[in-house]
């Protein structure tokens, strides 16, 4: 029984991992004025449907709760290119390096996440400086769920003791 337990616990732990809010570079207040230059396409509208960054724009997917999602699944934007797609049915999730990698050159990026030369972005716009894009993602982060939802994962994720 033990051994389920702890196998179970550490099943538990694995699904929860990507919840867990990363250390990020960034300065969010920074980010928080280059933004300015991604509400144009993007916004960050929470569950609720509050505007939290943005002017509610829809040419490009709502970045709420990017961080750590599988890229190319915002359930409610259906204007992903297909290599995006492809990126993100291998599995990846954005982090700070992938961001910051994507946005400075969106199409480079996706060339060698999928080795294929031709591969294309519908994202246009592009964040050359590290630093911006460094910020932007410490305020799409700050705006993003994963920090709360940290600690209630890893309290259900203990062990049982018997």
């Not at 509208?45 to 709502?62: E, H, I, M, Y």
């Not at 992903?80 to 961001?99: H, Q, R």
Request: glycine share 8%.
């Amino acid at each position: 029984m033990k051994l389920t337990m702890t196998a179970l616990s550490l099943a538990s732990l694995a699904f929860a991992l990507p919840a867990f809010a990363e250390a990020v570079s960034g300065d969010a207040e920074a980010g928080a004025k280059v933004f300015a230059k991604c509400q144009t396409c993007h916004v960050v509208t929470d569950p609720s449907g509050a505007v939290l960054a943005g002017k509610n724009a829809k040419t490009g997917p709502n970045l709420y709760g990017m961080p750590g999602r599988v890229a190319g699944t915002y359930p409610d934007f259906g204007g992903y290119g297909e290599s995006l797609i492809a990126v993100g049915a291998t599995g990846f999730t954005w982090n700070e390096a992938d961001f910051v990698a994507y946005v400075k050159d969106p199409a480079k990026f996706l060339k060698a996440k999928l080795d294929d030369k031709k591969a294309k972005t519908m994202m246009t716009y592009k964040l050359p400086k590290e630093k911006d894009a460094l910020d932007v993602y410490a305020f799409i982060s700050s705006l993003s769920p994963a920090a709360d939802a940290a600690e209630a994962p890893a309290a259900e994720a203990a062990p049982a003791t018997n």
